[in-house]
C-alpha cells in the first residue's frame, strides 16, 4: 500500500522548523525546485491495495537525494544525520520528534521499485535542466570509470567446476554420479580455506556475496572488484544526460551503440539534435564509427593503440584492386576472411615474385610471401583518424577531457558514488542514477537565478558607480 504522508498542517511544529531555515539555504532551493509528485502514480503498480502504509516514495526519494549531496553511502548514517538537521527535517516534510523512516525500510523500498522508476525521476529533473536553458543536446561527452562494488576479494572464489569447464569444452572430465553434488551454485572445491592467489578471473571465479562484481587488473588501478559505470555529459552546462552500470570485465566501445541510441530518443523528446560524440580510445571500434556515419552523427574518438594510415613501400591501384610493392610486384586481393572475430581484408602476393626479390629480407622476412591485411572498416578508421588529428579535433579533445572528466570525479569523490552500498548490477544502477540525480540538481540551483539574489544587483552597481566616480576624479588632472 502506497504510503502517501500527511503533511504537517500550519499549526504543526513545522513551522517553526520554517523560520529557522535560512532562506538561501541549499534544501529550501532545492525544495522550491523539485516536483515529485508523479512518482504516486508511478509507484502504485508495485504496491498492494492493502496492508499497513510503506514509506512515501517522495521522502524515500528525498532521503536518496541527501544521501548523495551529503556524501553518505550508510543508510544508518543517513537517518541518524537526518534526524539532527533542521533544514534535512524541512526539506523531508517533517516536523520535530516525527521518527523518520528505519533504514532497513530504505533497502527494501530500493529492492521493490525496478530501475524504471529511478530513470523516471532522473529525467524529471533532466526536463527542468532543459527547460532552463542548460542543454543544448549538440555535443555530448562520454566516458566510463570503475565503481568499487561491494564485495571482497576474500569471496572471489572459483565458480562450481561444471560451470566453468562446460565454457572450456572439459565438460567430458565430469564424472556424472557428481552431478547431484553440483546442484548448488558453488561445489566443495569453494569450501578449501586455502584461497586461490593464482589465476583468478572472471571466468572461472566469483563473488559470494555479489555474483554481478567483476574484478579487474586495470593498470594504475588496485586489484579488486568493481562495476563499470558510463555516462555521458552535455558540454554546454555540464549537465547527465545519461548514465548506466555494467559489468566491470567488459570494454568501453560495447556500451556506445545501445547509449547513443538511449541519448537520441532523450534529446528528440525536448527536439534537441545530437550532432556530437566526444570518447576517448577506449570507445573506438569500426562497428562504433560506422554506426555514428550511419546516423549521421559526428564522432570524434580517437583510434585505440597505434594505427598506420599509409603502409610505407606500398602503394594501391585501384583498377586492379591491389597493392604494388617496392619491387613493382603485385599484392592481388584475397577477399574477406574472419580472424579472432573480425573481418579483414586480405591481400597475398604470389609465392615466386617474393623468393627472387631482392627487398624480401627487409619486406616480410622468413616468411614465404608478403601479406597485408586491412580491416573491413578501414574507410571509417582513416576518417576518425583525420578527423581527430585536426585543429577542431584537438580542440574538442580538450573540451571533453575539461567536461566528463570533473564530473566524474565530484560523483567518485563528493556525491556518493565511490563505493556501491548495494548488491548487484541493477542496484548499483539505481545508485549510480540517484547520484546523477543529486549532481544535475546541484547545477540547476547555481544556474537558476534565486530572488534573493537579485538585491544585490543595486548595491553592486552603487559601489561601482561610486569607486568609478573616485577614480575618475583622482585622475583629473590638478591645477598648479
Same mark, same amino acid.
Given at each position: 500500500?502506497?504510503? /502517501?504522508?500527511?503533511?504537517?498542517?500550519?499549526?504543526? %511544529?513545522?513551522?517553526?522548523?520554517?523560520?529557522?531555515?535560512?532562506?538561501? *539555504?541549499?534544501?529550501?532551493?532545492?525544495?522550491?525546485?523539485?516536483?515529485?509528485?508523479?512518482?504516486?502514480?508511478?509507484?502504485?503498480?508495485?504496491?498492494?491495495?492493502?496492508?499497513?502504509?510503506?514509506?512515501?516514495?517522495?521522502?524515500?526519494?528525498?532521503?536518496? &537525494?541527501?544521501?548523495?549531496?551529503?556524501?553518505?553511502?550508510?543508510?544508518?548514517?543517513?537517518?541518524?544525520?537526518?534526524?539532527?538537521?533542521?533544514?534535512?527535517?524541512?526539506?523531508?516534510?517533517?516536523? &520535530?520528534?516525527?521518527?523518520?523512516?528505519?533504514?532497513?525500510?530504505?533497502?527494501?523500498?530500493?529492492?521493490?521499485? %525496478?530501475?524504471?522508476?529511478? *530513470?523516471?525521476?532522473?529525467?524529471?529533473?533532466?526536463?527542468?535542466?532543459?527547460?532552463?536553458?542548460?542543454?543544448?543536446?549538440?555535443?555530448?561527452?562520454?566516458?566510463?570509470?570503475?565503481?568499487?562494488?561491494?564485495?571482497?576479494? $576474500?569471496?572471489?572464489?572459483?565458480?562450481?567446476? &561444471?560451470?566453468?569447464?562446460?565454457?572450456?569444452?572439459?565438460?567430458?572430465?565430469?564424472?556424472?554420479?557428481?552431478?547431484?553434488?553440483?546442484?548448488? %551454485? !558453488?561445489?566443495?572445491?569453494? /569450501?578449501?580455506?586455502?584461497?586461490?592467489?593464482?589465476?583468478? *578471473?572472471?571466468?572461472?571465479?566469483?563473488?559470494?556475496?555479489?555474483?554481478?562484481?567483476?574484478?579487474?587488473?586495470?593498470?594504475?588501478?588496485?586489484?579488486?572488484?568493481?562495476?563499470?559505470?558510463?555516462?555521458?555529459?552535455?558540454?554546454?552546462?555540464?549537465?547527465?544526460?545519461?548514465?548506466?552500470?555494467?559489468?566491470?570485465?567488459?570494454? =568501453?566501445?560495447?556500451?556506445?551503440?545501445?547509449?547513443?541510441?538511449?541519448?537520441?530518443?532523450?534529446?528528440?523528446?525536448?527536439?534537441?539534435? &545530437?550532432?556530437?560524440?566526444?570518447?576517448?580510445?577506449?570507445?573506438?571500434?569500426?562497428?562504433?564509427?560506422?554506426?555514428?556515419?550511419?546516423?549521421?552523427?559526428?564522432?570524434?574518438?580517437?583510434?585505440?593503440?597505434?594505427?598506420? %594510415?599509409?603502409?610505407?613501400? !606500398?602503394?594501391? =591501384?585501384?583498377?586492379? *584492386?591491389?597493392?604494388?610493392?617496392?619491387?613493382?610486384?603485385?599484392?592481388?586481393?584475397?577477399?574477406?576472411?574472419?580472424?579472432?572475430?573480425?573481418?579483414?581484408?586480405? +591481400?597475398?602476393?604470389?609465392?615466386?615474385?617474393?623468393?627472387?626479390?631482392?627487398?624480401?629480407? $627487409?619486406?616480410?622476412?622468413?616468411?614465404?610471401?608478403?601479406?597485408?591485411?586491412?580491416?573491413?572498416?578501414?574507410?571509417?578508421?582513416?576518417?576518425?583518424?583525420?578527423?581527430?588529428?585536426?585543429?577542431?579535433?584537438?580542440?574538442?579533445?580538450?573540451?571533453?577531457?575539461?567536461?566528463?572528466?570533473?564530473?566524474?570525479?565530484?560523483?567518485?569523490?563528493? +556525491?556518493?558514488?565511490?563505493?556501491?552500498?548495494?548488491?548487484?548490477?541493477?542496484?548499483?544502477?539505481?545508485?549510480?542514477?540517484?547520484?546523477?540525480?543529486?549532481?544535475?540538481?546541484?547545477?540547476?540551483?547555481?544556474?537558476?537565478?534565486?530572488?534573493?539574489? /537579485?538585491?544585490?544587483?543595486?548595491?553592486?552597481?552603487?559601489?561601482?558607480?561610486? +569607486?568609478?566616480?573616485?577614480?575618475?576624479?583622482?585622475?583629473?588632472?590638478?591645477?598648479?
Amino acid at each position: 500500500m502506497v504510503g /502517501k504522508r500527511t503533511y504537517p498542517s500550519k499549526t504543526c %511544529p513545522s513551522v517553526v522548523i520554517e523560520t529557522y531555515v535560512p532562506k538561501n *539555504n541549499f534544501y529550501r532551493q532545492i525544495k522550491q525546485l523539485l516536483k515529485l509528485d508523479f512518482l504516486y502514480q508511478a509507484v502504485a503498480p508495485y504496491y498492494g491495495k492493502c496492508g499497513q502504509k510503506s514509506v512515501d516514495p517522495v521522502v524515500f526519494f528525498k532521503l536518496q &537525494l541527501v544521501a548523495h549531496f551529503e556524501n553518505i553511502c550508510s543508510e544508518r548514517a543517513l537517518i541518524k544525520k537526518s534526524q539532527l538537521r533542521l533544514d534535512i527535517l524541512y526539506f523531508l516534510d517533517y516536523h &520535530l520528534g516525527e521518527p523518520l523512516p528505519c533504514h532497513s525500510t530504505l533497502s527494501r523500498t530500493r529492492k521493490r521499485l %525496478p530501475a524504471a522508476v529511478f *530513470n523516471a525521476c532522473f529525467q524529471a529533473i533532466l526536463a527542468q535542466c532543459v527547460e532552463a536553458g542548460m542543454v543544448s543536446g549538440h555535443t555530448q561527452a562520454v566516458d566510463a570509470a570503475f565503481v568499487e562494488a561491494n564485495a571482497s576479494l $576474500d569471496t572471489f572464489k572459483r565458480k562450481a567446476i &561444471l560451470t566453468w569447464q562446460l565454457l572450456k569444452g572439459e565438460s567430458k572430465q565430469i564424472d556424472p554420479a557428481n552431478l547431484s553434488e553440483l546442484k548448488s %551454485p !558453488f561445489t566443495a572445491l569453494e /569450501k578449501i580455506d586455502k584461497p586461490i592467489k593464482k589465476g583468478r *578471473n572472471n571466468t572461472t571465479h566469483q563473488s559470494l556475496t555479489d555474483a554481478d562484481a567483476r574484478i579487474n587488473h586495470k593498470p594504475g588501478k588496485p586489484c579488486r572488484l568493481y562495476y563499470l559505470s558510463t555516462i555521458a555529459v552535455d558540454t554546454y552546462c555540464h549537465v547527465i544526460t545519461h548514465i548506466q552500470a555494467d559489468y566491470a570485465d567488459e570494454r =568501453d566501445s560495447k556500451h556506445l551503440l545501445p547509449i547513443v541510441d538511449k541519448l537520441s530518443s532523450k534529446l528528440g523528446q525536448y527536439s534537441l539534435p &545530437l550532432q556530437y560524440i566526444l570518447a576517448d580510445g577506449g570507445f573506438s571500434s569500426g562497428e562504433n564509427y560506422a554506426f555514428l556515419e550511419a546516423r549521421k552523427i559526428k564522432g570524434f574518438i580517437p583510434l585505440h593503440g597505434s594505427y598506420h %594510415p599509409v603502409r610505407e613501400g !606500398f602503394t594501391y =591501384d585501384p583498377t586492379q *584492386n591491389a597493392y604494388a610493392c617496392r619491387n613493382e610486384k603485385l599484392l592481388y586481393y584475397h577477399g574477406i576472411k574472419m580472424d579472432k572475430g573480425f573481418a579483414n581484408h586480405y +591481400y597475398h602476393a604470389r609465392v615466386k615474385d617474393c623468393g627472387l626479390c631482392p627487398f624480401k629480407k $627487409d619486406c616480410c622476412g622468413n616468411k614465404r610471401r608478403q601479406s597485408l591485411i586491412f580491416s573491413v572498416y578501414r574507410r571509417y578508421h582513416q576518417l576518425m583518424h583525420e578527423r581527430v588529428e585536426s585543429n577542431e579535433g584537438k580542440s574538442l579533445k580538450r573540451r571533453r577531457m575539461a567536461t566528463v572528466e570533473p564530473v566524474f570525479g565530484s560523483l567518485l569523490n563528493y +556525491y556518493g558514488m565511490k563505493r556501491a552500498n548495494t548488491k548487484g548490477k541493477q542496484a548499483a544502477h539505481k545508485m549510480m542514477i540517484m547520484a546523477a540525480c543529486a549532481y544535475n540538481l546541484q547545477k540547476l540551483v547555481s544556474y537558476i537565478p534565486h530572488p534573493n539574489n /537579485k538585491a544585490l544587483v543595486l548595491p553592486l552597481q552603487q559601489v561601482l558607480v561610486f +569607486y568609478f566616480t573616485i577614480l575618475c576624479v583622482v585622475q583629473q588632472p590638478r591645477p598648479f
